[in-house]
């Protein structure tokens, strides 16, 4: 059975802090992806890693993909109070595994 | 843009009431799926379609029931609601096939059973 773990379960910074969560495996995923949570809401697609090895940058975010594809991270470079939120990692052909998430709380 | 919409963001209904849950997506997505969240559990696959009139069960089937007459609308049913359903339901779409099995969510229905 394909897991995905998530650390870390939570994490709580100050504004312009930086930060790294992590999405780990033991098994291969052909692409991963990130989503963000804010309270009440659905998730939205951040980003999908696709390419062992592969680097993405997203303004403040920076997802990287392991390169045997079996775990991703997420840095985030001097967080602010709008980064708040659920982050997901997902993986998997046709039904996605996710899993639990980082809550992550950045105050001003 | 994908856009997915839920008939409601917050439903109250009483223990034994039959629940319906509507979702709607815009970009003719194949594949619809729903979803509850509970603290600690994160996301649980309850029921996906990948095709009209197609179901599968995901897995924590058991209390719900689905239905995708269309290609665009996909419900869940709730056929005797109980406490235990008591949670976020979130409803998705995604494109079948290719290599990367995105999924675009909707709003999210908060379900209290009381």
């Known amino acids: ?108 | 843009d994908v856009k997915v919409t839920q008939s409601s963001r917050y439903l109250v209904k009483r223990t034994g009431e039959k629940v319906f849950l509507e979702c709607v997506q815009d970009m003719d997505h194949e594949n619809m799926f729903w979803y509850r969240q509970d603290p600690g559990l994160g996301l649980r696959l309850i029921y996906f379609s990948y095709d009209v009139k197609m179901k599968e069960k995901g897995d924590i089937p058991e209390g719900y029931s689905v239905s995708r007459e269309k290609k665009e609308r996909f419900s869940l049913i709730l056929e005797s609601a109980s406490t235990n359903q008591t949670s976020m339901y979130l409803c998705a779409s995604s494109l079948l096939g290719g290599d990367l099995y995105e999924q675009y969510f909707g709003p999210g229905t908060r379900l209290t059973v009381t």
């Open chain 1, 1 to 108: 059975t394909q897991l995905l773990e998530q650390s870390p379960q939570f994490l709580s910074i100050q504004e312009g802090e930086n930060l790294t969560v992590y999405c780990n495996s033991s098994s291969v995923f052909s692409s991963l992806q990130w989503y963000r949570q804010e309270p009440g809401e659905g998730p939205v697609l951040l980003v999908t890693v696709v390419t062992g090895g592969e680097v993405k940058k997203l303004k403040r975010l920076t997802f990287q993909f392991g390169d045997a594809r079996k775990d991703s991270s997420l840095h985030i470079t001097a967080a602010q109070p709008g980064d708040t939120g659920l982050y997901l990692c997902a993986g998997g052909l046709g039904n996605l595994i996710f899993g639990k998430g980082t809550k992550l709380s950045v105050k001003p």
